[in-house]
Structures are given as C-alpha cells and as structure tokens.
C-alpha cells in the first residue's frame, strides 16, 4: 500500500440493492457509548456489503454501521449481496462510483486479486471476512488495497463443541449426525468438517452416522435435518457449522416429536440470533462464539483508520478469529453483552481504532495473526508450481508474526464476555 503502515494496529446494481442503512451523518453524536471529540478526518464515506440476510450478516451489517458513526464518519451504508456474486459485484461499482472509499465485506465470492484492481483505480480500501482466495494472501495482488483478511478457526470451535458432546455423553455409545462440509465451496465448512472428525477419532463411542454440507439458511437446514433424522432415526447428537443450522435442527427435531437438548444433543461451531439463549435453555449443549459486532466493528475501524494514513502492519493483516464456547455457565453474560445490550453498546469503535487509541487500541475479540496456509483450505491441493508470497515468508522467518501475536494478546483486555464493560471514553 502507497500510505504508511502502523505497526501495532489491525490493523444487482446500488440502486435496487437491499438497503438494510441508509446515509448517516453526525451518527456519532448520538452513540451511547461515551466519546469524546472526533479525530482525524471524518468526512469519510463508508459502506459494507453483506452477503445475506441470515442472523450473523444482519448483525454484522447493523454493527458495521454503528461503529461508524461513533467514529464520526459522514456517511454510511449498508447492502446486502443476496448471496449472489455478481449482484456483489455491481454493488461494489456503483458504491466506488459514488465516492465511497471504505468497503468492508462478506465476499459471496473470493475474487479479491480482481478487488484490488478495481480499489486501486479508485484509491479506496476493503476488508473481508470469510472468503479468501485459496492460496493466495493479502499481499499477493499487485494493486495492494486489502487492509486485512479474518477467517474465523472454525477447526478449533468445531473441535471444541465436539469435545463439549463427548464430555456430555460421557462415553455412551452416540450416533451424530451432522450438516458440516466435506469438500465444500466455503473452506471454513471444510474446517469445521475436520475439527469435527478429527476431534472424533478420539471418542470411539461417538459415531458419525450421516452428514450433508450447510446450506446456510435455517429453512433449508430444517429440511436436510429432517431427511437425516428419516434416515437414522436412533441419532441422539446433532453437530451445526453455522448458527443457521441451529435453528433449522431445533425446528426439525420438535417437528418429530422430540425434545432438542433432552433427546437429540446440539453442538454448534458457530452461534448467532437465538443460538445463545437456545444455550441457557440447555436446548443447546455448547456453541461457539461469533457476534456480528467482532466483525463489523473491526472492518469499520480499520477502513477508518486506512482512510486517515493509518494502516495495519503487514503482520496484522491477516488474522484469525477464536471462537470460544458459549455454555450454560456462560450463557447468561454473553446474552447480556450481546443481545440484550443494543449493537451500538456492545464494542468501542474507537477503542478499536488507532487514530483514536494509538497504542493502546484493544480489538475486544481474540485475534491472533495467521502463520500458515495450508489449514485454511484443507480439501485443497497446493497448486502445482506454487510458490508462497514472499512478504508472507519473510514475516514466519523473521518473527514478526510471534510479535504481533505478543502485541494482541497484550492488548486485550476488554474481556469479550464481559456482560458490561467500561469503555475508555475517546
């Protein structure tokens, strides 16, 4: 990128697109989050584009609002993709038409080489989430206006439910079904296939019995989970990648007469909409962690920042998320911080930010900097000649990754279970 890295922080067409926000100005003003004077320039113009209207998108776009107006950006909007890529596309134009430099996203396709291009000719930024594209990493397009990539471990929040499920059954004999990805198009479906049968080759008692990839939807997961109870009708364990997935098995599993939770045990490795009160109803045994407001609040910040010269480190650019468990011992907190508690309360945008926090800006999720390749796409062959980006190499030979790591775990310290943190007044 042209401007001056910082290390030390994380760093259809418009007119008939989805506009679940619309222009905002002065939004900060009337943030409940304390603030004090804006900083920097704040006549930006911000906008992010989610790929669907599922819980976790509707959450991530709401918050990707909110935490641009209490950073004082002028003018904010927010689209939905429809999960379709070229209604994406066309979005993505026409906002870099209309003067908007800032783009965070939720890809329904990983074409971010040909995202560049399009950034560089309007001198704007995008963060992603999710999609990348395989094999390659931030600093590979020639163009460079990816501010950052985060891709959720769904291996490690896989691995963690399916071990909250063994710890459950206790060693009783277990048919699992499951609507997990085994060589799916989206590679944390793939990811959280493995944590899944990775983490089960070290529970004899509990089998496998039938799986089908997510679709991502709660009507369509209500359907694929009531043919896989049709056809194993002695499951007593369901294992969800998304929180879509949740729901559609509760709503499947009550549709047959069962009780979800008492008959049937559900683990997830992702939690959105009611998934966390499903956990302190014990509907749900364990489902890991992912508000919207992670996400949005941090592209929101980081695409403020970039437009004000402050860019992330190359070091911490690419990240993962850990997704830690929501149980029924902890349920409670998060619901308070992440449900009861309106999006616009729920994280400092400002604290996230480094032209308003400098040095001790705090991310309020646990982040850590990614330092292989391989397991984000684990039904991938490398392809054949392949040589690693250069930039990446030289960060896993120098350290500079394992200094990052040290940099975000020192500044984490607003516990994101914390059901009523206090936020730095900035």
Known sequence: MQKTRLIGAIGAALATALVLAGCSTGGAASS???????????????????????????????????AAEQLGASDVRVLNADSDAQQQSEQIDSLLNAGYKGIGLNLAAPNTAELSKKFQAHDAYFANIFQNEEWKTVYDAPDDRQVSYVSPNYYKSASDATEALAKSVDGKKTELIALAGNDSPYT?????????????????????????????????????????????????????????????????????????????????????????????????????AMPGSWTGYQEAAQLFDALNGKLPGDSFRQLELTLPLITKDNAADFITRYVDTPIDRQLSARAISQVYSADDWDLQAEYTPITDLPHLWPTSKEPSGYEQNATFTNLQ??????????????????????????????
Do not use: C, M
């Open 32 to 66: 409940p989050v304390s603030l004090g004077p804006t900083k920097g320039d704040t006549d930006v113009k911000l906008a992010v584009i989610v790929a669907n209207s599922n819980p976790w998108n509707t959450e991530y776009g709401k918050s990707f609002k909110a």
């Open 188 to 288: 944390i479906a793939n990811q959280a296939y493995l944590g899944l049968t990775d983490t089960l080759k070290k529970h004899a008692n509990i089998t496998l019995v039938g799986n089908v990839d997510t679709p991502w939807t709660a009507e369509n997961s209500q359907k694929k989970v009531a043919d896989l109870l049709a056809a194993h009708p002695d499951a007593t364990a369901f294992f969800a990648t998304d929180a879509a997935d949740v729901d559609g098995a509760v709503a499947a599993i009550r549709a047959i007469g069962k009780t979800p939770g008492k008959d049937i045990q559900i683990v997830s490795a992702h939690s959105a909409g009611d998934v966390a009160q499903f956990v302190e109803q014990e509907t749900v045994l364990a489902a890991a």
């Open 397 to 426: 030979e120098s350290g500079a990754l394992d200094d990052a790591a040290k940099t975000l775990q020192h500044n984490d310290v607003i516990d994101p279970f914390d059901p009523k943190p206090e936020f730095p007044t900035r």
